[in-house]
């Protein structure tokens, strides 16, 4: 995914945005990174690899390092970031939030093809930031060459720039897809991916960019160089998954929208399985917990934690480059609780079902430890596409999916033409990818939420979201 913070005060805030951007570090991987102006040291940056080790613990020594008056900070799941650029368009640090489709036809359209070059990494990849830059400056300014570089990426592209001088420009990608949202003190203003990271600084809630508005920064005000676009497509997925519980976006509250999820889960599952009985509601650990507490809120089942993750070591199990080493610290990371599981009838709520593959493993788990039986739910409806603008559900192929796999199982290539059907629990196919996935995973039973169950919890028009992995609708 990626995050982006920054700060333009009057006063200096390189502190204020080490704390903020490891506020992001759910959100990033991969990279971290800080840009800085100041009048006498000018443009300053840092990157660090944060692959195995906490954004702060590397970045501890940046305030014997860097200051100055503007910062801004970056976590990236691929491209080293911010990058310094010289370009027609003067000096400037640069970050860039998104996923990129038509990579190689912008490269070979726009600038290769026209005597450019670039530096490559491994395996001939260009830094995005890079590549985003370039298209700015294709143009005269940076709000045409913001604008140029929106309308010709297929995908999505949110943009910071901190420009020689200390003001920032911000452009939130041209749907929506991603915040950025901004704050206000005496002294400056914010931009922020997570609301609550400058609210942990003091900072008041000043309004949210629109879809595509690019705006200046300055200590003393936020200019609008270019209107928000008029159609929105929020990815709901922030809210079910990658949000941060203590965050609002659009002004719905993370944490409160996935006990209303959970809630409305148990509202259908009387109806559906009116025979269920329980010993107890979990969630899987950690982004399904409040969707889990909303579950039995509602059903009147006990709430309670039949494994804990042990994070002190390992905080994020998908830091390894390797699945099968990510399975392995997932598995090594879950301590049973033996009188919460053995003899128990357990309902899971995950977040969302993708591969399965750890999915499988904790509930193989969970019956070597004494489970009676074991009912998953999955709080997002079945995935269907893998997402062509962020980088969640990103896969090689689709037939990643464990959705895709198992209608192929059941009937070929030609399943494939009937996704909508087999999405529905209330279809005989969906009906049957279900109980084919609770055979091959070993659940006992297993729903997913809704689109419109989901669309209800988050509670804004759903077509200003984003429902691209469920349903395929880019609109």
């Known amino acids: 995914m990626g995050a982006i913070f920054g700060i333009v005060s009057k006063k200096p805030c390189l502190s204020d945005v080490f704390f903020g951007t490891d506020y992001h570090s759910h959100l990033g991987t991969r990279r971290g990174g800080m840009a800085a102006y100041d009048k006498e040291l000018g443009l300053q940056r840092k990157i660090h690899n944060i692959q195995n080790a906490p954004f702060r613990t590397k970045f501890e020594n940046i305030f014997e390092e860097m200051k100055g008056n503007t910062v801004i900070g970056c976590i990236s799941d691929y491209d080293p970031q911010p990058l310094m650029i010289r370009s027609r368009l003067g000096t400037f640090a640069m970050c860039v939030v998104g996923n990129i489709n038509n990579y190689e036809e912008l490269i070979s359209n ?28 294709q143009k005269d300014n940076f709000v045409d060459g913001i604008k140029f570089a929106h309308d010709v990426i297929d995908g999505t592209a949110s943009i910071v720039i901190l420009k020689e001088g200390g003001n920032v420009i911000a452009a939130r990608d041209k749907m929506g897809r991603l915040p950025i949202q901004l704050g206000k003190d005496e002294n400056g203003f914010c931009l922020s991916f997570e609301s609550y990271a400058f609210e942990k600084m ?14 200046e920064i300055t200590p003393d005000e936020v200019i609008t160089l270019s209107e928000p676009r008029d159609e929105m497509k929020m990815c709901a ?7 941060y519980p203590t965050t609002c976006y659009e002004g719905i509250n993370v944490e409160t929208m996935r006990y209303r999820n959970g809630e409305i889960m148990a509202k259908k599952d009387a109806e559906q399985f009116p025979d269920l009985k329980l010993d107890y509601v979990s969630g899987v650990p950690d982004s399904g917990t409040p969707h889990a507490i909303g579950y039995a809120n509602q059903s009147k089942v006990a709430f309670a934690r039949p494994y804990i993750k042990y994070t002190p070591t390992w905080a994020r199990s998908f830091m390894p480059n390797s699945q099968v080493d990510r399975n392995r610290i997932a598995k090594m990371k879950q301590i049973p609780v ?69 209608i192929v199982e059941l009937e070929g290539e030609e399943g494939l033409n009937y996704l909508e059907e087999y999405a529905d629990s209330n279809t005989e196919r969906g009906k049957k990818m279900r109980e084919a996935i609770c055979k091959k995973m070993h659940f006992s039973t297993l729903e997913f939420q809704s689109l419109d169950g989901l669309m209800e919890a988050i509670g804004i028009d759903k077509c200003k979201l984003c429902t691209y992995c469920w349903n395929g609708k880019e609109k």
């Open 237 to 243: 997925f922030l809210w079910s998954y990658y949000g």
């Open 110 to 137: 726009y600038l290769v093809d026209r005597g450019g070059h670039f530096s490559v990494a491994t395996g001939n990849r260009i830094n995005t930031v890079e590549l985003v830059a370039s298209l700015i400056s």
């Open 338 to 406: 033996h009188d919460l599981i053995n003899g128990k009838d357990l309902l899971f709520v995950d977040d969302s079902i993708v591969r399965g593959t750890q999915l499988r493993e904790t509930v193989d788990f969970l019956y070597e430890h004494g489970a009676k039986s074991v009912h998953i739910r999955s709080a997002c409806p079945p995935i269907m596409y893998g997402c062509k603008y962020l980088n969640f559900s990103r896969a090689t192929s689709d037939m990643e999916l464990i959705t895709r796999r198992t």
């Open 202 to 215: 003091d900072y008041e809630k000043y309004r949210e960019l629109g879809p595509g508005e690019i705006v």
